[in-house]
């Protein structure tokens, strides 16, 4: 089963809204909680990073009876340092992105935690694919 939600930048109150829908998705299939919370956290973590640091783009999440694979693309500005960006507490945050609470530099780190492997594809003036897998075994 494929979902596919568009994370819209200009409208940054929207932020939150893919991965609530997956949410309110995954409990009507029934997995377990437990998972949905590790899903629910790591995708939230990947589309506010759409949105405060690219200019939004796609989210496609792919189920099936033994994964769940959420893969986030946008063609914002790319990653130049992947090992920065994965060290928990590095950020390039605007002040307008920290205002809102945002820039701890934990979301990559988060991502890496709650998901059984992820895999970042990001070229600078490109854009970034991020895309987390999910065991249901
Ligand atoms: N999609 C993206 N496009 C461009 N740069 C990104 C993207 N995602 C992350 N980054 C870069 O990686 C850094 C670390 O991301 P991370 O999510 O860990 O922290 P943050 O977003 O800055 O703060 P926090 O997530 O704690 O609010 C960001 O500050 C940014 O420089
Ligand atoms: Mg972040």
């Known amino acids: ?27 009507q299939l029934g997995v377990s909680p437990k998972v949905i919370r590790r899903i629910s ?4 973590e990947g589309e506010i990073n759409m949105v405060i640091h690219a200019n939004g783009g ?10 769940i694979r959420v893969e986030m693309a946008d063609s914002g500005p790319g990653i130049p340092n ?16 920290r205002e809102l ?6 979301g990559m780190p988060n991502m890496k935690k709650f998901s059984d492997d992820m895999t970042v594809e990001t070229e600078v003036g ?12």
């Open 1 to 27: 089963m494929i979902f596919k939600y568009q994370v819209d930048a200009s409208v940054p109150e929207m932020a939150g809204r893919a991965s609530t829908e997956f949410k309110t998705a995954l409990k």
């Open 41 to 44: 956290i790591a995708m939230y």
């Open 58 to 67: 796609e989210i496609t999440c792919e189920v099936d009876e033994s994964k």
């Open 82 to 97: 992947l090992d920065l960006a994965m060290t928990a507490g590095w950020s390039t945050a605007s002040p307008e992105a």
């Open 101 to 106: 609470g945002f820039g701890a530099g934990m």
């Open 126 to 137: 490109v854009g970034t694919t991020l895309t987390l897998g999910f065991n249901l075994t």
